[in-house]
C-alpha cells in the first residue's frame, strides 16, 4: 500500500523565519509529487515534481525532490502570516495498467505568528 | 473562469440513508477524482473517472459509487451511511488522467455530516 509520511505535524514560527516541511514516501510505479496548501477548504496547487523537474521554486517556496532517498522538502523564506496553513504532499503511483491515484499525507500544519 | 464546483456545501443525514454530491470540473477538464478528507488527515482517493470511464478506485467499500456525465460533471452516491462516513469530500478535477503534466486542482468540497 502506499505510503506518504510528513513531517514536522505542526510548525510555530514567527514572521521572517525560514522553514522546511518534510516529505517521504512508498510508492509503487511512483509518477510525480504534489504540494498543495489547504487553508480552509480547497487545496490549492504549489508543486509538481517528477523525474524530469526535480527542482521548483515560486517567489518565496521552492521545493526538491530526492528520488534517490524517496523524499522531498518545500522550503519557505521569509514567512508572513499569510502562509499559515496545512501544507500537504501527495504522491501519483500506478496501481495497475492505466489505473493511478493520488496518496496524501496528513499535513503539516504551518502557523506563521505576527 | 470557473473553478471546480461542488454541490452542496454542507449536508446532514441519518444512519442508513443515502446521499448523492455532484460536482463540475473546470471548463475543457475531462478527468474527475474524488476525496475523502476527515479532520487533521490528509484527503484519502476514492475514484478518479477521465471521458467517463473509471481509471483508478481507492480502499473503500462498495457502499461508495461514482459516474461521470457526457459534459464531464461528476456524481458521487454513498449508500447506508455511517457515522464514520462524516467528513468533507472533495472533487478535483484535471486535464488529463492523474499523473499527467497537469496538476488536479480542487472544489472547496462538501461537508457531510451523519447523525
Known amino acids: 500500500e502506499d505510503k506518504v509520511v510528513q513531517s514536522p505535524l505542526s510548525l510555530v514560527v514567527h514572521e521572517g523565519d525560514t522553514v522546511t516541511l518534510n516529505c517521504s514516501y512508498e510508492?509503487?510505479?511512483?509518477?510525480?509529487l504534489l504540494w498543495y496548501k489547504q487553508e480552509k477548504k480547497a487545496p490549492t496547487f504549489l508543486f509538481m515534481l517528477t523525474s524530469s523537474g526535480i527542482e521548483k521554486k515560486s517567489g518565496r517556496l521552492s521545493s526538491i525532490l530526492d528520488k534517490k532517498e524517496l523524499s522531498s522538502i518545500l522550503n519557505i523564506t521569509a514567512t508572513q502570516t499569510g502562509d499559515s496553513a496545512i501544507y500537504l504532499c501527495?504522491?501519483?503511483?500506478?496501481?495497475?495498467?492505466?489505473?493511478?491515484?493520488?496518496?496524501f499525507g496528513s499535513g503539516t500544519q504551518l502557523t506563521v505568528l505576527p | 473562469d470557473a473553478g471546480v464546483t461542488q454541490s452542496p456545501t454542507h449536508l446532514i443525514k441519518t444512519r442508513g440513508q443515502q446521499v448523492t454530491l455532484r460536482c463540475s470540473p473546470i471548463s475543457g477538464h475531462k478527468s474527475v477524482s474524488w476525496y475523502q478528507q476527515v479532520l487533521g488527515q490528509g484527503p484519502q482517493f476514492i475514484f478518479q473517472y477521465y471521458e467517463k470511464e473509471e481509471r483508478g478506485r481507492g480502499n473503500f467499500p462498495d457502499r461508495f459509487s461514482a459516474r461521470q456525465f457526457p459534459n464531464y460533471s461528476s456524481e458521487l452516491n454513498v449508500n447506508a451511511l455511517l457515522l464514520g462516513d462524516s467528513a468533507l469530500y472533495l472533487c478535483?478535477?484535471?486535464?488529463?488522467?492523474?499523473?499527467?503534466?497537469?496538476?488536479?486542482?480542487f472544489g472547496d468540497g462538501t461537508r457531510l455530516s451523519i447523525l
Open positions: 501527495a504522491v501519483v503511483g500506478i496501481i495497475s495498467g492505466s489505473a493511478r491515484q493520488l496518496t
Open positions: 478535483a478535477s484535471s486535464i488529463g488522467v492523474i499523473g499527467s503534466n497537469q496538476p488536479q486542482h
Open positions: 510508492v509503487t510505479n511512483f509518477r510525480s
